[in-house]
C-alpha cells in the first residue's frame, strides 16, 4: 500500500510576499525547488522492547517543501518512530537517509545540528530559564558555547549574541509569546510551552521539524494559530512531519499522510485519500 | 558566672586571618561543586577526590622541586583527569548512579592515599613540604604596601559589586524587583550592611596582619586573589552560552540533546573544571595545614561544601561566597562561645554537662548545624541567595 510516486503539489508556489514577512529574517533553508526530493527517507526501521516489536520494518519518506502527516490509533508506534528517526532510541534494524545521508549512525545531537530538531509530544521547556534564554539555547554554531572561546573572543560572543537576540524577539512575536520574553518558562501554560517548543525549534534554523501532537491539549482558537504560522513557516520553505489525532489539523495542513497501525506501515496518501481508506477507517473504528 | 573572654580572641587579626583562609579555601572548594550541582545538576558526592588529588600532587611534586605554580597546575590537571575518567565512566548512567559512584571513588582514592605509604607515607602524612611566599619572612615597606594594595583592590572590587546588587532594580531575568517587593528590597538591604561589615572587619584584619607580615597573611593574600580571579571567571562562564547550555542540562537534558547540544561532552567538561577549581583549592587546603594525611580528606568534607552550597543557593556562585563564610563564622564563634555558655546551659538543661570537652562540644556544635540547615530548608528552600520563584515552577 506503500504509494512510491512522489508527491504532486507544491505548497512554495503559493508564497505571497506578505505571509512571510514577519519570518523573512529567520529563513535560513534554501527554497525547495520543484523537484520534490525526499528530506527525510527511513526504510525497514525496526524496534523491539523486550518481545514487544513496537515498530516493525517501518518505512516512511518526507518531501522537501511538503508537510507531511503521520497518524495511527493509540500505541501504533508513531512517537517510538519520531524517537527513532532522531536517534533518542537506537533502532534494531533500517536505515534513515537525511538531505540524502544516512544519519542512523549519528547521535541525536548531530542529527538535530544537520538541521532535523524534534519536538516532543508533552511540551518539555526549560522551566528555571526564561522564555528568551530557551530560545537563545536554541540557535546553532554560537561561538560562546565553546569553553576556550568564552575567554578569547567575548567581542564576537557578545555581537552574536545581540543578533540572536533579535532573532529570538523576531519569532516570539510572531507566535505570541512576546509579552512573556523574561517569564520564567516554567511559568507558561500548556499552550504556551507547544508554542515555544515551536519557536525553539525553528530558532535553530531547521530544515525539518518534527512535531509530536502540536495540537494536543491546546484550545481550539490556539490551535488555529498554531495551524497558521506552520503554513506560514511552511511557505518559507520549512519542511514538517507532524503526529496528531486531531483530523481536521491534519487534513487542513498536509500534503501527504502516513498512517502507522500496531507497530507497521497501513497506508499512505493525501488526507482525502486516507480519510476513506477501509483499512483505515478499520483501524481507528475497529472491526 | 559567664566568662566570654574566648570570644574577644575572635576578633584579633591572627584568628581573623585564619578564619578567612578556611572560609576562602573552602568557597573555592564549594564553587567548583556549584559548577557542577548548582548549574549542571550533577550530583557529585565524592567532591573531595579532587581536592586529595590537588592537594598531594601539589605537595608532592613541589618536594621534588616542581615550582609550585606548575605543581598547582598539574595538580589541577590531575583532577580534571580524575573528573574526566569519573564522567567517562558513568555520566551515561543516571543521576543517582554518578551520586555512588562519586562517593566511592572518593573513598578509593583517600584509601589510595592511605596504603601506597612509598608514595604519600600513609597515615604518617606529608609535612614540610614547601609552601607559597616561604622566602618572604621580612618584606620590604615597599612590598607590604604592594601587597595591602591589591588586598584592598580586591575588597574594593567586591564592594563595588555589592553596591551593584544592592540597588539593582532588574533581576536576572530582567523583570523589576523594586516595584511590589519591598520586603525583598529590605531584606536584601539588610543582607548587604552585614556583609559591608564584615567585609570591612575582614579587610581590617587583612591589612593589619600584611603589615604585620606573617607567613599567614601571604598565604590569605595569594589565596583571596585566587579565589577573586576563578569567581570572575565562574561568573563570566555561566552567563555566557556555554553557562547555558549547562543550565539546560540542569533542567532537561533532553531538550539540550534535542537541540543539537553534545550534552556527554559539556557534562564532562562540568565536571573537569569543578574538579580542576577542587584541585588548586586542595593545594591551599595543604598549605594551610602543613602537613596532610588521608584523614583530612574524609566524605564529611564533602558535604561541608554541601552545605555551603545549599546555605547559598544552589546556582549562585555569590551565594556559595556566603555559605562558607556563614558556615565557617558559625564554625568559630561557636566553639569559643560553646564552652563559654555551657554553665548556663547547665542551668536550664541539667543533662547538658557544665563543661564541654572538645569532642562534645564538636558534636553539638555539628547537631546544631544540621538543626539550622532544616530550619533554612523550612523558611528558606531556595537558599540565601536562591530564587523562591523557582521552586515553585512546574517542570
Known amino acids: 500500500m506503500v504509494d512510491e510516486t512522489p508527491h504532486a503539489s507544491d505548497p512554495v508556489e503559493s508564497l505571497s510576499p506578505s505571509d512571510g514577512q514577519d519570518l523573512a529574517e529567520v529563513k535560513t533553508v534554501d527554497r525547495p525547488n520543484n523537484l520534490p526530493l ?3 527517507a527511513a526504510s525497514g526501521l525496526i524496534k523491539s522492547f523486550g518481545g514487544l516489536v513496537a515498530v516493525d520494518q517501518v518505512s516512511i519518506d518526507v518531501t522537501n517543501g511538503s508537510i507531511t502527516g503521520l497518524i495511527g490509533p493509540n500505541g501504533a508506534g508513531k512517537t517510538t518512530l519520531f524517537n527513532l528517526l532522531s536517534n533518542f532510541i537506537h533502532p534494531d534494524k533500517g536505515r534513515v537517509l537525511f538531505d540524502g545521508e544516512p544519519i542512523h549512525q549519528l547521535q541525536s545531537y548531530q542529527i538535530a545540528q544537520r538541521g532535523m530538531i524534534r519536538t516532543f509530544q508533552v511540551a518539555r521547556v526549560l522551566s528555571r ?9 536554541a540557535a546553532q554554531h554560537q561561538t560562546g558555547e565553546n569553553f576556550w572561546l568564552t575567554w578569547f573572543k567575548q567581542k564576537q560572543i557578545a555581537a552574536e549574541e545581540r543578533q540572536q537576540r533579535e532573532q529570538a524577539m523576531t519569532i516570539l512575536d510572531s507566535i505570541g509569546l512576546a509579552h512573556m520574553t523574561h517569564e520564567y518558562a516554567g511559568a ?18 531547521p530544515k525539518l521539524i518534527l512535531l509530536d501532537e502540536p495540537a494536543a491539549g491546546v484550545n481550539p482558537t490556539l490551535i488555529n494559530q498554531i495551524c497558521d504560522r506552520i503554513l506560514t513557516w511552511n511557505r518559507d520553505g520549512l519542511t514538517f512531519l507532524i503526529i496528531e489525532h486531531n483530523m481536521d489539523v491534519i487534513m487542513s495542513l498536509c500534503d501527504r499522510v502516513w498512517v502507522l497501525a500496531e507497530g507497521r506501515n497501513l497506508a499512505v496518501g493525501s488526507p482525502t485519500e486516507i480519510q476513506t481508506n477501509a483499512q483505515v477507517l478499520e483501524a481507528y473504528l475497529g472491526q | ?74 595538580g589541577a590537571m590531575l583532577a580534571a583527569g580524575l573528573g574526566l575518567l569519573i564522567g567517562l565512566s558513568t555520566l551515561r548512567l543516571r543521576e543517582d548512579y554518578l551520586a555512588i559512584v562519586t562517593i566511592g571513588v572518593s573513598e578509593i582514592i583517600r584509601l589510595i592515599a592511605l596504603n601506597e605509604e612509598w608514595l604519600t607515607q600513609g597515615s604518617r602524612g606529608v609535612y614540610s613540604y614547601p609552601l607559597p611566599l616561604e622566602a618572604l619572612t621580612r618584606p620590604t615597606l615597599i612590598s607590604k604596601l604592594g601587597m ?26 530582567g523583570q523589576d524587583t523594586r516595584e511590589g517587593t519591598q520586603p525583598g528590597q529590605i531584606g536584601k538591604l539588610t543582607l548587604s550592611v552585614a556583609t559591608a561589615i564584615l567585609g570591612l572587619l575582614l579587610y581590617w584584619a587583612g591589612a593589619v596582619s600584611l603589615y604585620d607580615y606573617s ?12 579565589l577573586a580571579l576563578v569567581y570572575w571567571r565562574l561568573e563570566a562562564l555561566v552567563r555566557s552560552p556555554w553557562g ?4 539546560a542540562i540542569r533542567e532537561d537534558e533532553e531538550i539540550a540533546k534535542a537541540l543539537g547540544k553534545n550534552v556527554f561532552w559539556y557534562k564532562l567538561q562540568s565536571l573537569m573544571l569543578g574538579g580542576a577549581i577542587a584541585g588548586i583549592a586542595g593545594a591551599f587546603y595543604a598549605w594551610q595545614l602543613s602537613f596532610i594525611n588521608p584523614d583530612g580528606f574524609i566524605p564529611l568534607i564533602t558535604f561541608q561544601a554541601w552545605t555551603i552550597v545549599v546555605l547559598g543557593g544552589a546556582g549562585n556562585n555569590a551565594g556559595t561566597l556566603l555559605g562558607a563564610a556563614i558556615f565557617w563564622a558559625y564554625n568559630s564563634v561557636t566553639r569559643f562561645l560553646l564552652p563559654a555558655i555551657a554553665p548556663a546551659l ?5 543533662a547538658i554537662p557544665p563543661t564541654l570537652d572538645e569532642g562534645r562540644a564538636g558534636a553539638f556544635r555539628i547537631m546544631i548545624i544540621g538543626l539550622l540547615l532544616i530550619v533554612l530548608m523550612m523558611a528558606r528552600p531556595q537558599g540565601i541567595l536562591g530564587k523562591k520563584e523557582e521552586l515553585s515552577l512546574g517542570r
Open chain 1, 38 to 40: 525526499p528530506l527525510l
Open chain 1, 129 to 137: 530559564l526564561s522564555v528568551l534564554e530557551n530560545m537563545l539555547l
Open chain 2, 1 to 74: 558566672m559567664l566568662d566570654f573572654s574566648g570570644i574577644l580572641l575572635f576578633f584579633t587579626p591572627g584568628y581573623l586571618v585564619s578564619l578567612i583562609i578556611f572560609t576562602a579555601t573552602f568557597a573555592l572548594f564549594s564553587l567548583g561543586l556549584n559548577l557542577q550541582w548548582g548549574f549542571t545538576g550533577l550530583i557529585n558526592f565524592g567532591h573531595i577526590a579532587f581536592m586529595t588529588v590537588g592537594a598531594y600532587t601539589t605537595v608532592l611534586l613541589s618536594m621534588k622541586g616542581v615550582p609550585l605554580v606548575l605543581a598547582v597546575l598539574i
Open chain 2, 215 to 226: 607567613y599567614k597573611a601571604g598565604l590569605m593574600l595569594v589565596l583571596v586573589t585566587v
Open chain 1, 188 to 205: 507558561l501554560s500548556g499552550g504556551q510551552r507547544k508554542l515555544l517548543e515551536m519557536g525553539r525549534a525553528l530558532m535553530s534554523h
Open chain 2, 346 to 350: 547547665h542551668a536550664i538543661v541539667p
Open chain 2, 148 to 173: 595591602i594594595g591589591i588586598w584592598t583592590a580586591i575588597f574594593a572590587l567586591a564592594g563595588w559589586q555589592l553596591w551593584r546588587w544592592t540597588w539593582q532594580r532588574r533581576d536576572r531575568l
Open chain 2, 244 to 247: 547555558r547550555v549547562l543550565k
